[in-house]
């Protein structure tokens, strides 16, 4: 077996990115709502939680820290919480000192630097953050964070608009990138997408009271109806009017995250109306008939991550399916390193393989998607050790190549095992038989998708926002503020 192991911190695939909700319902236990909608969005950010409420009229509460959902909130927690209407955010941030600064929901208070009090959510990444810091700065705005999230809540703070949704209307154009953001004051809360709509958010009514969702598995945890996804550019109001909407910005290209579909969004979630599991299935399906491996005796996933698409190549294939890994789904990023001793089993503790599943089998092995090839590499070898014949990867995503600008960390191009290298490089590089992708136009058909209205940046190096500028906008943009708003 091989010593050489991946670090349980460092998983292989992107980062998660955020997940964000926002409520306005008096009649309900709106902070318990908003804790079990972000227990639903966990996988889109498990290093940090917060959850901000408020009475009509009241002030803002804000409770945040870093941690999964349930160790951040406790029942007497939720209980402080109380009011009539509430933000929550989870998030997975780059590392750093100010990791509990750059958590969120961000409060601003009313005051010295700001028109009105507010707390403000945000899954994304600005790409023009540093002009933005900067302008805002000269005008003598403080910053307790490097957000890019905090950047949005001070110009809707400092905004002079009378209402929050004007404030927001105003601020929106001048936002550039990614941004699925909630913004709540004491009556009302805001929430609006980039005019591109790179990031998910949808709408969901629970008894005639409206509430939003990075995803819509977080409605169905409620007990809310999902409605349509917020469209692109539009701002929409929950208040004790109800519902009002807002075209702010109507026209620009559009750019969904293609990965959605893929890997981020859980697959219980519908995006642009497709049930992810679904379409994830027929990714599967669509590889089986593109890449097919002649001679197979079965195919396993890398789970979970790779099950829906393992199902759908089984199902296409006509070959049996089984799970020849089981995967630890207690490992978390906190986890107790292993130690000189346990070393040597490296990603055992995450996944362990069943020789009497895969034993002497010419195996089909489907995952979503490969970044640095580190964990694939092991798992390769660790089914070779428990005597695999042969190990045939099918991955149901194009080779990712480039970085993303808009919220998703995808490690340097230089770390990426495909980066400048063919699939057939690769698969020696992972010490595969065979490796294939599946392709861009495969993926939208899995999707009944249209390209010109995706991004798939991070597969095509094709960046949809003008001025997005690989690498410089990413440079620029670290120094001097750190990413937060993922
Ligand atoms: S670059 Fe990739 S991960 Fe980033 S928004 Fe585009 S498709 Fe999604």
């Keep these: 077996m091989t010593e050489q192991i991946t670090p349980l911190d460092e998983r292989d695939g992107p980062r998660d990115e955020c997940g964000v909700f926002g409520i306005y319902a008096p009649e309900h236990d709106v902070s318990r709502l908003a ?6 969005l966990q996988h889109r950010g498990q290093e940090s939680a917060g959850i901000a409420a408020a009475d009509r009229g009241g002030y803002i509460i804000t409770q945040r820290a870093l941690g999964l959902v349930n160790q951040v909130f406790k029942e007497h927690d939720l209980r402080a919480l109380a009011g009539d209407l509430t933000i929550g955010h989870v998030r997975y941030s780059t590392t750093g000192s100010n990791e509990w600064e750059n958590s969120q929901p961000v409060h601003r208070s ?7 009090e507010l707390a403000l959510a945000h899954n994304g990444n600005l790409i023009n953050a540093v002009e933005l810091h900067a302008e805002l700065r000269a005008q003598g705005v403080q910053f307790s964070s490097t957000s890019d999230s905090e950047i949005i809540a001070a110009l809707i703070s400092t905004n002079p608009a009378e209402k929050l949704e004007d404030a927001v209307a105003d601020v929106l154009p001048r936002l550039k990138g990614a ?18 709509g790179l990031r998910p958010l949808s709408l969901g009514q629970l008894d005639g009271r409206f509430c939003v969702a990075s995803e819509t598995c ?8 999902a409605m349509r996804d917020v469209l692109p550019g539009e701002v929409v109001t929950l208040s004790e009017k109800g519902l009002s909407t807002k075209q ?8 969904f995250c293609v990965f959605e579909y893929i890997y981020f969004a859980r697959p219980d979630s519908r995006m642009n109306g497709e049930l992810l599991q679904a379409a994830r299935g027929r990714m599967g399906e669509i590889l089986a008939r593109d890449a097919p491996v002649p001679g197979a005796d079965l195919v396993i996933a890398v789970p979970d991550s790779g099950n829906p698409a393992a199902r759908g190549f089984a199902r296409a294939a006509g070959l049996p399916q089984d799970d020849g890994l089981i995967k ?41 998607s490969i970044v640095r090839g580190n964990t694939t590499r092991q798992i390769v070898q ?3 050790d428990a005597g695999a014949a042969e190990v045939h990867m099918r991955i149901s995503a194009p080779p990712i190549k ?16 495909a980066h400048n290298r063919t699939p057939a490089e690769v698969a020696a590089e992972l010490g595969a038989d065979s490796l294939a992708y599946l392709s861009l136009a495969g993926v939208y058909e899995a999707v009944n998708g249209d390209r010109a209205r995706h991004c798939d940046a991070c597969f095509s190096g094709e960046y949809p926002l003008p001025g997005t500028e690989a690498g410089q906008a990413k440079d620029a943009f670290e120094l001097p503020l750190a990413s937060s708003g993922v």
């Excluded at 941004?179 to 591109?196: E, G, H």
């Excluded at 977080?218 to 109806?225: E, L, P, S, T, Y």
């Excluded at 490690?411 to 095992?417: D, N």
């Design 218 to 225: 977080a409605f169905d945890i409620i007990g809310a109806k």
């Design 328 to 368: 630890n789904r207690y490992v978390a990023r906190t986890f107790i390193q292993p130690g000189q001793e346990l070393r040597k089993h490296g990603l055992r503790l995450k996944f362990n393989p069943l020789p009497e599943i895969v034993g002497g089998k010419k195996l089909v092995v489907v995952d979503d």
């Design 110 to 116: 009313a005051g010295a630097n700001g028109n009105r």
């Design 179 to 196: 941004f699925s953001t909630v913004v709540m004051t004491n009556d009302k809360v805001v929430a609006f997408r980039d005019p591109a």
């Design 402 to 417: 480039h970085p993303c600008f808009y919220g998703i960390d995808m490690s340097k191009r230089e770390e990426m095992i």
């Design 248 to 255: 702010v910005v109507s026209g620009e290209r559009e750019a």
């Design 382 to 384: 660790m089914l070779r």
């Design 35 to 40: 804790y079990f909608a972000l227990y639903a």
